[in-house]
């Protein structure tokens, strides 16, 4: 029933932005918290970005923090995560999911996964 449409990758040379969509369907974004997963070739996914239900709770991996935010428009249904300062380190395909936000940012297992958005840095 939940679904997620990532959109907004792309390739960009290092020090550079994008800004990530995740449009959400079958749920509404203010009812669960979410947050942006990333997969480099050959690591397992990842933890970026989460933002609670009410908008209170923000929290970012370490890798991330100072150079990514993460907002929403409960309005849109839509989550997004502008990144700025990218590194080639950031590359890898982009998800969103709901989940768990707090000092680890976790998706449950049984989450249904989109095709993600690709981000590529790279000079």
């Known amino acids: 029933q939940a679904q997620f449409v990532e959109s907004g990758g792309g390739s960009v040379q290092p020090g550079g932005s994008l800004r990530l969509s995740c449009a959400a369907s079958?749920?509404?974004?203010?009812?669960?918290?979410i947050g942006w997963f990333r997969q480099a070739p050959g690591k397992e996914r990842e933890g970026v970005a989460c933002?609670?239900?009410?908008?209170?709770?923000?929290h970012y991996d370490a890798s991330v923090s100072g150079r990514f935010t993460i907002s929403k428009d409960n309005t849109k249904n839509t989550v997004y995560l502008q990144m700025n300062s990218l590194k080639p380190e950031d590359t890898g395909v982009y998800y969103c999911?709901?989940?768990?936000?707090?000092?680890?940012?976790?998706?449950?297992?049984?989450?249904?996964w989109g095709q993600g958005t690709q981000v590529t840095v790279a000079a």
């Open positions: 999911a709901r989940g768990l936000c707090s000092r680890k940012i976790l998706a449950p297992s049984a989450t249904s």
């Open positions: 079958g749920f509404t974004t203010d009812s669960y918290a």
């Open positions: 933002i609670g239900l009410k908008g209170v709770a923000i």
